[in-house]
Nanobody
């Protein structure tokens, strides 16, 4: 059974940091992504990390988080991380991990339909 389990969410003051984790089980994935959904808003792309056949990873970020968030992965643990620094109140949302068994190019990583599997979400709240 394939599962994605997020952890690491919580309450933090503006300017603070959090690290989200997403542990995958059941199979390996080529592309991972983080999306988020704020109250009353649609779910939006945050970041993705892609790996094709070789050892090189490629990361993509939404403009709103570029320079503040870093996505990484540990294939030995089947886990992807999202390090979030300089958090702002507008980062408050439920953060979802998504995974695809296929390698996705940068043109497609922000498209939710490209992902086969989703986690249950973890709440991140940034107070001002």
């Amino acid at each position: 059974q394939v599962q994605l389990v997020e952890s690491g969410g919580g309450l933090v003051q503006a300017g603070g940091s959090l690290r989200l984790s997403c542990a995958a089980s059941g199979r390996t994935f080529s592309t991972y992504a983080w999306f988020r959904q704020a109250p009353g808003k649609e779910r939006e792309f945050v970041a993705a990390i892609r790996q094709s056949a070789g050892p090189t990873y490629y990361a993509d970020y939404a403009d709103s988080v570029k320079g503040r968030f870093t996505i990484s992965r540990d294939n030995t643990k089947n886990t992807v991380y999202l390090q979030m620094n300089s958090l702002k109140p507008e980062d408050t949302a439920v953060y979802y991990c998504a995974a695809s068994t296929a390698y996705r190019s940068s043109s497609y990583v922000s498209t939710q339909n490209e992902y086969n599997y989703w986690g249950q979400g973890t709440q991140v709240t940034v107070s001002s």
